[in-house]
């Protein structure tokens, strides 16, 4: 069972990625991807900054990193707070009434492991030649892969 936390000096509650370290290893093995690069770090952004790689988005709680030399990074934020995954399975609902006003495929991510798994796979697969980063296409290949993963037979 994961426990809600809140960091010290914080009222931000959230997700403790190390909670779910198994699902990560778990994904990475899914996407063929080597566990040793999975990097958890406080700060996306400024990790990104660190290495002279541009980012923004200071919240964002995955980011995906090829090298030059073929190797590549899966960066995890430590902490993702709540009104960030709320935030961006929000978008993915209205994404979705773009294509299907009568369904909401939001609704069927109903678990943290679920938002948490469909946010880590959205972040690959923009690295996908198929998606182009497109976000229609990158939501329907993370789908595509939980349901083949079995994350909705639960």
């Not at 690069?37 to 709680?61: L, N, Q, T, Y």
């Not at 880590?120 to 198929?130: C, G, M, N, V």
Request: glycine letters at 6%; charged letters at 30%.
């Amino acid at each position: 069972m994961v426990t809600v936390r809140v960091m010290k000096g914080s009222e931000e509650k959230g997700l403790f990625a190390a909670d779910y370290a198994d699902l990560f290893g778990f994904l990475m093995d899914q996407c063929c991807l080597p566990r040793e690069s999975m990097v958890f770090v406080e700060d996306i952004a400024s990790w990104c900054k660190g290495k002279g790689i541009p980012e923004s988005d200071a919240e964002r709680p995955f980011r995906f990193i090829t090298f030059r030399s073929g190797e590549c990074n899966m960066l995890i934020r430590k902490h993702i707070s709540d009104k960030v995954v709320s935030q961006r399975i929000n978008a993915l609902g209205i994404r979705n009434q773009l294509q299907d006003n009568r369904s909401d495929i939001a609704g069927r991510l109903n678990a943290d492991k679920k938002r948490l798994a469909f946010l880590f796979l959205i972040e690959y697969a923009a690295s996908l030649p198929e998606t182009g980063n497109d976000e229609l296409l990158t939501d329907a290949w993370a789908f595509k892969e939980m349901e083949r993963m079995r994350f909705f037979a639960e």
